[in-house]
């Protein structure tokens, strides 16, 4: 791409020999173990360069499981210095597959499973109000809001209130006191309008009463220390802020319709999100909804636990049931007030479709979450995959929609629907 095009879309340099910029985890790609040819390996990874060659990814991390076996696990680009403002001279960090990313909203499918492992300990009901567990929630005619409402994002309070400062997403009480305070546009649950961070406060604000522990801590006791991660942790530590990837605004800049849909979502511009992404006050907070930090690796085994019926490694991390919960449809396919698209949710998961849905086509038994739209986690239990693109760049609409669809496509189509005495017992 040339200079001129490469600034008008906002990308990265692209090197034409991409192994050059390329690492691989050999022992950690299985693929004959569970009967996959190098050729569907070679096709997946064709599909991520192609993406990767859109210019819009500075770094990209990518796993890929199969009845349990990770069969690609790579990364290729940067994770800082390759974004599309620096200049030549700028020092360049390689993007590896141990590289902490941000998850941003993935991170929603985690902490959706963290509550309903609360139920399963007896300590929630998804059907009681939040102002059970919170009282001063109950403000403003929100008194009828349920925990599995927040979840599913029927609560009606999609967003924080306009003109907050941004300063306030990393505090913890005021952000709190402005969404106990807030009045919601809706209290029935009848429509769906996408919660792009306010229902992660809710949810921890509960978690936390119920508990008597942080949400942090909880993660780190029932997940990320069964699970034997080393990242995977909200925000992440001040003396590893060097080793988390830079975010990068990328991509034509959104002009309206689309702008006003993206400061609806997120609350400001395009622009405005990476500043604040790159902030190491954000960086450092708790942010459940937003700002877990973590590899591809470590998202595609949290969706291959929940494959398994809530185990890893002999080790039980949830019932079979409190997956299934998780992962059960709430509701008809419906038009989402916030993204002005049609989605399919649980309480807690973005789900799949037939006969083409948000992981692919046939993807009725698939379900996950989407991180500033282009990062894509998922699972599908009649393929028997667990599936983490990860990625450095945010861009909205652009030249790369086709190479990220196309990748979706693909995992599809290399991965036909099992029969169904062999699928994962969560394939409901």
Request: proline fraction near 6%.
């Amino acid at each position: 791409m040339n200079p001129i095009a490469r600034r008008a879309l906002h990308s990265c340099k692209v090197p034409k020999d991409l192994s050059t910029v390329t690492q691989r985890d050999t022992a950690g790609e299985r693929p004959e173990a569970v009967g996959i040819d190098t050729r569907t390996v070679d096709t997946i990874w064709k599909s991520v360069e192609a993406l990767y060659r859109t210019g819009v990814h500075p770094g990209i991390q990518i796993s890929v499981r199969h009845r349990g076996e990770q069969i690609l696990h790579r990364a290729i680009g940067h994770a800082s210095g390759n974004g599309p403002h620096d200049t030549a001279g700028t020092p360049t960090v390689a993007m590896t597959t141990d590289t902490p990313i941000c998850y941003f909203s993935a991170s929603k499918a985690v902490t959706a499973l963290l509550m309903h492992m609360l139920v399963e300990q007896g300590l929630v009901n998804l059907m009681d109000p939040v102002s059970y567990y919170c009282p001063e929630f109950a403000q403003n005619g929100k008194r009828t809001i349920t925990v599995h409402q927040i979840l599913s994002h029927r609560g009606g309070i999609p967003s924080i209130p306009k003109e907050t400062p941004i300063e306030v997403l990393w505090d913890q009480e005021e952000i709190w006191r402005l969404l106990c305070e807030s009045r919601a546009i809706a209290v029935d649950g009848a429509k769906v309008a996408y919660h792009a961070i306010t229902g992660g406060y809710v949810l921890q604000r509960v978690l936390e009463r119920v508990t008597g522990d942080t949400i942090e801590n909880y993660l780190d006791k029932h997940i990320r220390q069964p699970m034997g991660m080393k990242w995977f942790t909200y925000g992440i530590q001040p003396e590893n802020l060097h080793e988390l990837a830079t975010n990068y605004a990328t991509g034509p800049t959104p002009r309206f319709p689309v702008s006003w849909i993206v400061n609806r979502a997120l609350g400001g511009d395009i622009s405005t999100v990476e500043e604040v992404t790159n902030n190491p006050l954000f960086q450092e907070a708790v942010i459940p909804a937003g700002n877990l930090c973590g590899t591809a690796e470590e998202m595609g085994r949290f969706f291959q636990m929940m494959l398994n019926g809530g185990t890893w490694k002999g080790k039980r991390i949830c019932s079979e049931i409190t997956v299934r919960r998780a992962i059960q449809q709430f509701g008809s396919l419906q038009i989402d007030r916030t993204m002005m698209i049609p989605m399919r949710f649980s309480a807690g998961m973005m789900l799949g479709g037939n006969p083409v849905g948000m992981w692919g086509q046939r993807s009725r038994y698939a379900f996950g979450h989407v991180g500033l739209i282009n990062k894509l986690c998922w699972a599908d239990a009649a393929r028997d995959i667990s599936v983490s693109l990860l990625n450095t760049g945010f861009p909205i609409v652009g030249h790369h929609i086709p190479a990220l669809g196309k990748f979706v496509y693909t995992i599809a189509r290399e991965f036909p629907l099992r029969p169904e005495s062999e699928r994962p017992a969560v394939a409901v």
